[in-house]
């Protein structure tokens, strides 16, 4: 299986700061890596796919990079309704795995 | 715009066998370009994959489950269903159906989900 690590796995901010979330996966995946935003008691929410194309609806604050092993999740300009987990996905291949998540709460 | 919505038993005793329906809406299960997905999440856990099948009946199953896990599809009324036996207490979690578009560029990804279901394994 494809092991996917994410850094941190908490951090803290305030509204308007710029948070970079980073994933890491033990063998290349190409750039076939997913964002996920899941907030409590409700599913995840499709952010960016393919490590860098953002999901119809998404807000423009929200980008992604990265390749083969390495990615960044970054959110300009923090807004209140983004304070929630942050979860990668690799679509390499199967099992599909995620992240251990990334919590992101107020300063 | 697809919705999907799990159904089934919320409380499973041990050992015996937990089984949840989604039922897909706004648009027909039997097209292409989809895959029909199992996620679950333990309680302030993160998230798992327990595996899909598409419309043709091909199934894919987490190695970690696949001796436990059946996932089948119904055409005729747009659900596709999971079943996993011996259940334990650790198997309580949340479980999510949800699509995972097949795009371009060989890219796929869990676009809409269900709301979720809390299944617990109790006596």
């Known amino acids: 299986d494809i092991q996917m690590t994410q850094s941190p796995s908490s951090l803290s901010a305030s509204v308007g700061d710029r948070v970079t979330i980073t994933c890491r996966a033990s063998?290349?995946?190409?750039?076939?890596l997913n964002w996920y935003q899941q907030k409590p008691g409700k599913a995840p929410k499709l952010l960016i796919y393919?490590?860098?194309r953002i999901q119809n609806g998404v807000p423009s604050r929200f980008s992604g990079s990265g390749s083969e092993t390495d990615f960044t999740l970054t959110i300009n300009s923090l807004q209140p309704e983004d304070f929630a987990t942050y979860y990668c996905q690799q679509s390499y291949t199967t099992p599909r795995t995620f992240g251990q998540g990334t919590k992101l709460e107020i300063k | 715009q697809l919705q999907l919505q799990e159904s089934g038993s919320g409380l499973v005793k041990p050992s015996q066998t937990l089984s949840l329906t989604c039922t897909v809406s706004g648009g027909s299960i039997a097209s292409g370009g989809y895959s029909w997905s199992w996620i679950r999440q333990a309680p302030g856990k993160g998230l798992e994959w327990i595996g899909y099948i598409y419309s043709g009946g091909s199934t894919y199953y987490n190695p970690s489950l696949k001796s436990r896990v059946t996932i089948s599809i119904d055409k005729s009324k747009n659900q596709f269903s999971l079943k996993l036996t011996s259940v334990t207490a650790a198997d309580t979690a949340v479980f999510y159906c949800a699509a995972q578009t097949l795009g371009s560029g060989y890219y796929s990804y869990f676009d809409y989900w269900g709301q979720g279901t809390l299944v617990t394994v109790s006596s």
């Open positions: 393919g490590a860098s």
């Open positions: 063998q290349s995946i190409n750039t076939y």
